[in-house]
């Protein structure tokens, strides 16, 4: 899953986005209204972590812009404005969630995960394919019991493939769920983790197979 992160306080974003990558996302962080505005233009995000005071704006009004437009992905707020009026006003403009700071990472991922599992919502509990079984929430992955070692990210490539099994995921896809802004990217980065996951999976006996089609994607399939 692929979060932007909006928070113009360097040092909070930073703890953050590192709290929630730890736990399986993928996070951009902006400190500015408009910056925001132009990734959420440029990449499918899964879930919008708000702050409201921003540098450039009210991040209240950018929320009901956001909705507005019919931006339908879920928004947490994120914020130090406890009074009941902002709390409400915020859930009335569109916000899914009002969190208020000081916020454990762990409440915050547990909300974030809590918003991706309501119907509609990119956050299935578990994925199964074959003898293969993923646990979204825990972010492990198993076969007939038998827990597979794989890396953060070929976890998410797994479970991108899986959330479209038997459909062709284009690479640029694969590469939008994987890799935020700052993350340096290769231009075989996919094919590496692809090829590591396949040999994985064909290691421990799995059912299911990684299929490339050259200059289209990958699909994932069950083999009877």
């Known amino acids: 899953m692929r979060?932007?992160?909006?928070?113009?306080?360097?040092?909070?974003?930073?703890?953050?986005?590192?709290?929630?990558?730890?736990?399986?996302?993928?996070v951009d962080t902006v400190a500015e209204a408009?910056?925001?505005?132009?990734a959420l233009d440029t990449v499918p995000y899964d879930l919008l972590i708000l702050d409201l005071g921003l540098p450039d704006g009210d991040g209240m009004d950018l929320l009901a812009r956001l909705r507005a437009r019919?931006?339908?992905?879920?928004i947490l707020v994120l914020t130090a404005r406890g009074a009941l009026a902002d709390r409400v006003s915020g859930l009335n403009r569109g916000a899914?969630?009002?969190?208020?700071?000081?916020?454990?990472?762990?409440e915050l991922v547990a909300r974030a995960k809590a918003l991706l599992r309501r119907p509609g919502?990119?956050?299935?509990?578990?994925?199964?394919?074959?003898?293969?079984?993923?646990?979204?929430l825990a972010m492990e992955c198993a076969m007939e019991n038998r827990p597979l070692d794989l890396s953060r990210r070929?976890?998410?490539?797994?479970?991108?493939?899986?959330?479209?099994?038997?459909?062709?995921?284009?690479?640029?896809?694969?590469?939008e769920k994987v890799y935020g802004f700052d993350d340096s990217v290769a231009s075989n980065s996919i094919e590496v983790h692809?090829?590591?996951?396949?040999?994985?999976?064909?290691?421990?006996?799995?059912?299911?197979?990684?299929?490339?089609?050259?200059?289209?994607?990958?699909?994932l399939s069950e083999e009877k």
């Open 34 to 38: 408009g910056d925001a505005e132009a």
């Open 194 to 219: 692809i090829s590591r996951l396949r040999r994985k999976l064909e290691a421990e006996g799995a059912t299911v197979r990684v299929h490339t089609l050259r200059g289209i994607g990958y699909m």
């Open 96 to 106: 899914d969630d009002y969190v208020l700071k000081p916020c454990a990472t762990e």
């Open 3 to 26: 979060l932007l992160l909006v928070e113009d306080d360097t040092r909070l974003a930073e703890f953050l986005a590192q709290g929630l990558a730890e736990a399986g996302f993928v």
């Open 154 to 175: 070929e976890l998410a490539v797994l479970e991108t493939l899986l959330r479209r099994a038997g459909r062709v995921v284009p690479k640029r896809v694969l590469e």
């Open 70 to 74: 019919g931006e339908m992905l879920p």
């Open 121 to 136: 919502g990119a956050l299935g509990a578990v994925l199964t394919l074959g003898n293969l079984r993923f646990d979204t």
